[in-house]
């Protein structure tokens, strides 16, 4: 038995009347709570304290207590968290960081088919560094092994594949790297707030993620950077004064902050980040094992539904592991016609997302998503490829962001 009501938990989100949303693996819903607290901080906090609240409110110091307030929904201690610019900048100072630390090694080892930031960040800090100093190669994540990894300075992947949904084994990938001398960083963004980690456990060296998606922060977010403790000494390649051991100096010379406020660059988005702290308390209290069974269930319970449809056997392959043990918080089918289908599906009030080739994502978000919206979603998908709905003209036309 979970501890978790979760008719109560989802009742504390604004969900659409008439739609069934399973794309909070790309966009989490507004909590109630973050809306009250947003106007609060527009009208008692900006409009009434202006420059004082940076003291009065505590702004300057949201990157840090908003890492708190992370921090035990990923298993990290505290003073290892801060949340700040966006995750694609947090994994470029962690790489940077990471091949200082293993200097005399230049390799970054990520995997094929990695989220495009990921790659695009790694081949942009070779180019930047010159090839001597910085390479990277790309390698089937089944390859991955101590000898492949010999000469990698760090191994970057996904906790949860963005694309299948496949869930990776941290704490054996993370130990078999170390073994061969190499830190990993883990992408965190499809697992935070879904899957229960302990990065601790796992000695993680180096952790990114986003708070827009399954932590529910809104729109365009902050990103989140961990840094183990053992490796907070490094510098950030990024040292702007936000990181400043005593930033109201001025003074000319930079020195790092001790301790993982180094990681910080620029001034902080206040609002972004009070949206951040509001939406987070939503997991106060909240067993994250029993926000993953939940998860594992209402995957399990849509993919058991693809199971008994004679329809979708016949037209939708199931790209997502069927096992538990690697299975993220959403379920990709591969079909012909993907992108039609998807907005045949999100005209049906099924909101879901579609991604190259050919693959349409449900993603259950633990703490709002029901059991009867993945069966909506089944029939409605069902409905659409019985009535080839999709086939009409208005499903074919792509907007900038699918
Ligand atoms: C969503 C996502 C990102 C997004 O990075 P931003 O810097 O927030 O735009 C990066 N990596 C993965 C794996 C993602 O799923």
Redesign the pocket.
């Known amino acids: 038995m979970s501890a978790i009501d979760f008719d109560k938990l989802r009742s504390r989100f604004h969900l659409p009347d008439g739609k069934v949303y399973l794309d909070g693996n790309s966009l989490g819903a507004l909590p109630r709570h973050t809306e009250t607290r947003l106007k609060e901080v527009i009208s008692a906090e900006w409009a009434d304290e202006l420059v004082s609240g940076w003291n009065t409110k505590a702004w300057i110091d949201l990157p840090l207590s908003v890492g708190e307030q992370i921090a035990p929904i990923i298993g990290a201690a505290s003073g290892t968290v801060v949340c700040c610019d966006?995750?694609?900048?947090n994994l470029f100072k962690a790489l940077t960081a990471c091949l200082e630390l293993n200097e005399g090694r230049s390799l970054i080892t990520l995997e094929d088919g990695q989220?495009p930031?990921?790659s695009y960040i790694a081949d942009g800090l070779s180019r930047l560094l010159g090839a001597d100093r910085c390479r990277t190669q790309a390698v089937d994540i089944a390859a991955l092994t101590p000898e492949t990894l010999s000469e990698s300075a760090v191994l970057l992947l996904?906790h949860v594949d963005?694309k299948s949904g496949a869930l990776r084994d941290m704490g054996a990938i993370t130990a078999m790297a170390q073994s061969a001398g190499c830190l990993v960083i883990w992408?965190l963004?499809?697992s935070a707030g879904a899957i229960d980690m302990d990065l601790e456990a796992s000695q993680v060296d180096f952790a990114v993620g986003?708070t827009?998606?399954f932590l529910n922060g809104g729109p365009g977010a902050p990103?989140f950077l961990y840094v183990a403790e053992r490796h907070q000494e490094v510098q950030n390649p990024l040292p702007g004064w936000m990181g400043h051991a005593r930033l109201f100096d001025f003074e000319a010379k930079y020195e790092a902050a001790p301790g993982i406020k180094r990681f910080l660059t620029g001034t902080q988005s206040v609002l972004a980040l009070s949206a951040v702290s509001a939406s987070l308390s939503v997991f106060e209290g909240l067993a994250m094992h029993d926000v993953r069974a939940r998860s594992l269930a209402l995957t399990g319970h849509f993919i058991a539904r693809w199971e008994q449809s004679s329809v979708l056997q016949s037209h939708a392959a199931l790209g997502t592991p069927i096992d538990d043990a690697q299975r993220g918080s959403q379920v990709s089918l591969a079909l012909e016609s993907a992108f039609p289908v998807s907005q045949a599906l999100i005209a049906d009030g099924v909101i879901v997302d579609f991604r190259e080739p050919n693959i349409v994502r449900f993603g259950f978000s633990p703490l709002y998503n029901t059991f009867s919206d993945a069966d909506q979603a089944i029939a409605s998908l069902e409905a659409v490829l019985t009535s080839e709905r999709h086939r009409l003209p208005q499903f074919q036309i792509r907007s900038t962001v699918t």
């Open positions: 966006s995750l694609s900048i989220f930031t990921d996904s963005y992408d963004a499809h986003c827009y998606k990103g």
